[in-house]
């Protein structure tokens, strides 16, 4: 058997059938003796030229073991399956089951958000303390010219 890499570029509107339709590929390899060695959801990225003037597609990779069969069945159900844009396999020397610089670069971005994120809502937080601090000055300040007012009067 065969390794091989698969690239799929999936319509975005159909981002909610992903995981079903990554789990049936897997299963196909599986069923037919081969093995899935790396399996990645990249998630929607931008393309580099319009496909069927679409401008974002939902990314998603595969590094199998498989025979010949297998793979002609895989390119079929590719080929003729609507939701995918586009597909890219590529054989392979040896089996690839550390994660992608695609991944890890998605898994930085995405804890570079959370950060700012938690920022954020620390600094909103932290907004919303210093008002309450200021209404509070606000307040002891209204009741000194309110006491200074009531001395005028009295005298």
Request: aromatic share 4%.
């Amino acid at each position: 058997m065969r390794h091989y890499e698969i690239v799929l570029l999936v319509h975005p509107d159909q981002s909610e059938q992903v995981p079903g339709m990554l789990e049936r590929y897997q299963s196909l390899v599986e069923t037919n003796g081969g093995k899935v060695h790396r399996s990645e959801d990249w998630g929607r990225l931008q393309l580099a030229y319009t496909i069927a003037k679409l401008h974002k597609a939902h990314y998603l990779m595969l590094n199998i073991e498989c025979d010949a069969a297998t793979l002609e069945e895989l390119e079929g159900v590719f080929r003729f399956n609507d939701a995918i844009l586009r597909h890219l396999i590529v054989r392979k020397e040896e089996a690839e089951s550390e994660p992608s610089i695609m991944l890890k670069r998605k898994e930085n971005k995405d804890e570079r958000d959370n950060r700012r994120r938690a920022a954020v809502d620390e600094e909103s937080s932290a907004d919303d303390d210093s008002d309450d601090e200021d209404d509070d000055r606000d307040d002891a300040e209204d009741g000194d010219a309110t006491e200074i007012d009531n001395t005028k009067r009295e005298n």
